[in-house]
């Protein structure tokens, strides 16, 4: 049987391109997506596809059984990449807007990593990857939700590794920075759902906020395609010796070298004027 993995928001973007890139590679991938209409759509393009929502614990709960099934209980990887950005400032976000980030970018990630383990363990090997971003380790103004969901799921990942030493299970970390994908329109829709923009302090920035993710092109020169994510995914997958985290993008690499050197308010005055 060949290699099999799993990975978690394949509608669009880098779950969509990982998944064609490796089962054209002669992965045994296994797609998931939220809705069951783009889960039909995979299917008609020649993808094994099924329906997972993050945010449902049965929902979950029932894909793990379908994957056993698919894999004959021996699930190879995990590709942990369905996730959305909650735009805000920090004090405009009600505790409900925080916890349906955290059911779905932290809360649903970790039940279905501890779900699939047994499946790697008996296998006697497996590899969890984990899309995280730039804002995994460096936090930029309005944000907030979503660097926190990040912030976690490296701190939770770095536990999860060492806690898998001598089990010949790997986890990885990739750290994207800007990729093209469907990220702005769900974050677009979900500041309009849970922002009170107009009675805001932050509303003349929020003028802006919506600005941006309201665009259609993609104008920073360092915006890499999805496709860019397939390579070190497959280093994560195939390597002896993966990596602990695999950083994409120029902005993601130079963040990296500018938290390990400056003091934090010179880093800080960075953040601030370049978000």
């Not at 029932?62 to 805000?88: C, S």
């Not at 649903?108 to 090997?125: F, N």
Request: aromatic content about 6%; glycine content about 8%.
């Amino acid at each position: 049987m060949s290699r099999s993995i799993l990975i978690t928001g394949c509608s669009t973007g880098i779950g969509y391109a990982c998944a064609h890139a490796l089962q054209k590679a002669g992965y045994q991938v296994i797609a998931s997506c939220r809705q069951q209409a783009d889960v039909d759509r995979l299917i008609s393009e020649g993808l094994t596809c099924l329906q997972l929502d993050l945010a449902s614990s049965e929902s979950i709960a029932n894909a793990v059984e379908e994957v056993r099934g698919m894999t004959e209980g021996k699930l190879y990887g995990l590709f942990n990449n369905g996730a959305y950005g909650q735009p805000g400032a920090i004090e405009d976000l009600s505790t409900d807007a925080l916890r349906e980030q955290f059911e779905t970018n932290f809360f649903g990630w970790h039940q279905l990593t501890t779900a699939v383990l047994p499946m790697m363990r008996d296998r006697g090997e497996g590899r969890i990857v984990q899309n995280s971003s730039v804002l995994g380790f460096v936090a930029l103004r309005y944000r907030g939700a979503y660097n926190a969901s990040k912030f976690a799921i490296e701190g939770w990942s770095d536990t999860l590794r060492l806690e898998l030493m001598g089990s010949n299970i790997h986890i990885s970390l990739i750290e994207p920075g800007p990729i093209e994908s469907a990220f702005r329109k769900n974050a677009l829709t979900a500041i309009k759902k849970h922002i009170d923009i107009e009675n805001s302090v932050h509303s003349a920035e929020y003028a802006d906020q919506l600005a941006r993710l309201g665009k259609e092109d993609v104008t920073s020169k360092y915006t890499l395609p999805a496709e860019a994510i397939v390579a070190p995914l497959r280093d994560a997958l195939e390597n002896p010796r993966p990596k602990a985290r695999y950083r994409v993008t120029t902005p993601t690499k130079i963040s990296a070298v500018l938290k390990r050197l400056l003091p934090t308010r010179r880093l800080d005055a960075i953040l601030y004027n370049n978000d």
